[in-house]
């Protein structure tokens, strides 16, 4: 029997292989490589799919943040609040700029940052919020710009995981000042390799960005500040602009699979034996992941093993625990909820190309265990 892995993305390309080749070959072709057309055009395609006006490829999510970051102004005696309950970068590149990640705890529902939190962090030394819309689940953003508003606080979205998430029809990375993605190989829309993109609506953002990426260079050999070198290559752009015609669907399926988890696990949830993911009110959630909460999560694991279905933590420390943010001088037991959930949290398979059979398995492993 075979076995069941996270996400399946040789099954996603043998369903596309014909497009993936020729868009692959095509570039091969054309002998462009870097910043060539491909780029742009999957730079326009990104920025209609997200209703934002403007889009710059960059060469990985983490870069899309870092370079927002910069161009924001964020750097030494800054502080920026962010959540500690998500991938690493969210954070690392606050501090790669020099200023202070500041975290606040999250709710313990959606697992996204608890807003009613923000208040209490907000110093004058606050320059900006990094809102991370944790495993397709968009947050609250009428609330969070409601509050960043009143104290003139920057906010951009770390949309790395919520492509096409939406809230009240407008799509993730287009409510704040920019919105960061990442197109890593496993994101619900991901390269054959890194990439990333930041998409906004300031125009003399999304120039400055172009500089950054470029060596601080408008032209070239001229460079007028110290900038990266970060750009999305033509394949990778190439790759992207035929998945992307495929995401609205995969989306939509990811939404079902989620939907089947949660109807055949409710009455498990409901006994207590286990949490199902929480949605934010409103919100029309991507699930990039799925993921169950139990405080018996080894054994949980254990016993998908056993039966061929791959889980995974997500995320086993918070970001104010790691060895890397000591200096910040957090403890355990300061972000209580965001611990909870990283000694809880276990992701299923979820992905497109679930059959029905494979469902099925994933959900009687599951049951078997509870
Ligand atoms: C993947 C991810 C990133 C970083 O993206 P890379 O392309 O791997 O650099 C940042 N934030 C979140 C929430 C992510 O999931």
New binding site residues.
Partial sequence: MMNIPLLDLRAQYENIREEIDAAVMGVVHSGRFILGPEGEALEREIAAFCGAEHAVGVA??????LLTLRALGVGPGDEVITTPF??F??AETIAALGAVPVFADIDPLTLNMDITELERLITPRTKAIVA?H?FGQMLDMERLLACADAHGLAVIE?A??AIGAARSGRRAGSWGRAG?F???PT?NLGAYG???MVVTNDGALAAELRVLRFHGCRTKYYHEEIGYNSRLDEIQAAVLRVKLRFLPRWNEARRRVAGIYDAALADLAAAGRLTLPGREAGGEPVY?LYVLRTPERERLAAGLRERGVASAVYYPVPLHLQKAFASLGYRAGDLPRAEQACAEALAIPCYPELTPDLLERVIAAVRDYV
């Fill in positions: 990985n999510g983490t870069d899309a943040l998500t991938f970068a969210s991370v944790i770390d790395a995981q960061a990442s197109f890593f994101k890194d990439g990333g990039h």
